[in-house]
């Protein structure tokens, strides 16, 4: 019997922590939507759209914690990922973000929030105050003067005014029981009903996921196409062309003096050593062995020993993935350190390797950080060449965000000018 008692008050507390948190929320959002409303005129003379990415922003901010606080209580899955309001707009995109589902779905939430949460929030602490102090204040009212008696719900100033107060503050101990979790699942409900997108819509957002994803898994497979043709073209090809001459040669010297055969033969041994190497080199970069050998980490300590600039590399909480994936990871840190050995100018590279758990599956995380200049750009689309003087300068953050996009995965670059610069990659596990 203790045991069960002892859980229920534990979930009732849990109850009450949950409606303390959106109470305590509760200004910040009344807050934001008084700054909406003020800034709704404005929105159709054109200079209400400045403000906007500040505004969405924050509200982004806000519903993205009370999504995961209503996640967290009632234990539910957030099955897609918000969205990511990074960089500047134009005036049409603003405009856009206005009027898009996400920003719809994030007021509706607001006005909801900024309705129900500090009601809530006050009930789950008035409620227990208000039985406490009935129960226990009632029975003393004869303490008090006739011309001040207690003043409760009434004035208590006879034992059946007390009795009452008492019933009362139980009333009051009841509904402080039994109303916390009905107002907490209700709250959560809410949240998480108002800011999950609708099936239509998520679905058509998963399409246009899928379809971007799978363009870019097409350009990266041309991509490397052509580099494989064209280093078995440029390598091997015209080392073998030239192992076919020197036989050839050889062959025909052989007829009329076997001793200066010996040269071209040399010769030839030497050019089939070396397409040897390159065909070795060109399946390396399709699969590398010391992926299935080591594994990632293992592969990963081998690409900073190499690089000239001093790298120092965490792969604790890393753990195995799919090939695929494990190759990407591979090239995409090979590109980083070659790139920032290039254009970084810095003195010292961290590399972090790490799975990370999200609600629907585990993503593989590469972060290398360089100490230099900075001033590193996506290329617009994952094309064209990048801009900036930090760690992907050239067409390396343009493979980076291909690589990645084909595996549905992401790149972000934090790069300001002067540095550092922080480039981290996602890629799902379970794509």
């Not at 403000?51 to 009632?74: D, E, F, I, W």
């Not at 003067?145 to 503050?169: D, H, I, M, N, R």
């Not at 990632?296 to 690089?307: H, I, K, P, Q």
Request: hydrophobic content about 50%; glycine content about 8%.
């Amino acid at each position: 019997m203790i045991l069960p008692a002892r859980a229920s008050l534990e979930t009732r507390l849990r109850d009450v922590r949950f409606l303390l948190r959106e109470g305590l929320s509760w200004p910040a959002s009344l807050g934001l939507l008084i700054a909406g409303v003020v800034l709704l005129p404005f929105l159709p003379l054109g200079v209400g759209l400045y403000p906007v990415p500040r505004l969405l922003a924050a509200l982004n901010l806000l519903a993205s914690r009370a999504q995961a606080r209503a996640g967290a209580y009632s234990s539910a899955v957030v099955p897609f990922d918000r969205r990511r309001l990074d960089g500047r707009q134009s005036f049409g995109e603003l405009a856009a973000l206005v009027s898009a589902p996400e920003t719809k779905r994030d007021v509706s939430w607001l006005l909801f929030h900024g309705a129900f949460a500090l009601l809530a929030g006050c009930l789950a602490v008035a409620l227990p105050l208000a039985a406490v102090l009935y129960v226990l204040a009632a029975p003393w009212w004869m303490l008090f003067p006739q011309a001040t008696p207690l003043e409760l719900a009434f004035p208590v100033t006879s034992w059946p005014a007390a009795a009452v107060t008492v019933l009362l503050g139980l009333a009051y101990a009841l509904a402080a029981w039994l109303l916390p979790p009905w107002m907490a699942r209700r709250l959560s409900g809410g949240t998480l009903a108002i800011l999950s997108p609708r099936r239509y819509d998520e679905l058509s957002r998963r399409i246009q996921d899928l379809s971007a994803a799978r363009a870019s898994a097409l350009t990266a497979h041309a991509a490397e196409l052509r580099r494989i043709e064209r280093e078995l073209h440029d390598g091997a090809q015209n080392r073998l062309v030239g192992v076919v001459m020197m036989l050839g040669l050889a062959q025909r010297a052989a007829e009329t003096d076997p001793a200066a055969a010996v040269p071209f033969i040399g010769r030839a041994q030497d050019a089939a050593t070396e397409a040897l190497a390159g065909l070795r080199e060109a399946v390396h970069d399709i699969y590398p062995p010391i992926l299935d050998e080591l594994g990632l980490g293992g592969a990963a300590s081998a690409l900073t020993s190499r690089s000239p600039i001093p790298c120092s590399l965490d792969v604790h909480g890393l753990l195995r993935a799919p090939a695929a994936v494990e190759a990407a990871a591979y090239f995409i840190l090979a590109e980083a350190l070659t790139n920032a050995a290039k254009h970084s100018d810095a003195s010292r590279i961290e590399v972090i390797l790490r799975t990370e758990a999200v609600p629907r599956e585990d993503v593989l995380v590469v972060r290398v950080n360089d100490d230099g200049r900075g001033g590193a750009a996506v290329p617009p689309h994952g094309g064209g060449t990048g801009t900036g003087t930090g760690l992907a300068a050239g067409t390396g953050l343009a493979g980076i965000a291909r690589r990645a996009s084909a595996f549905g995965g992401k790149l972000i670059l934090t790069s300001p000018q002067g540095g550092p610069t922080e480039l981290r990659v996602e890629l799902p596990c379970a794509f």
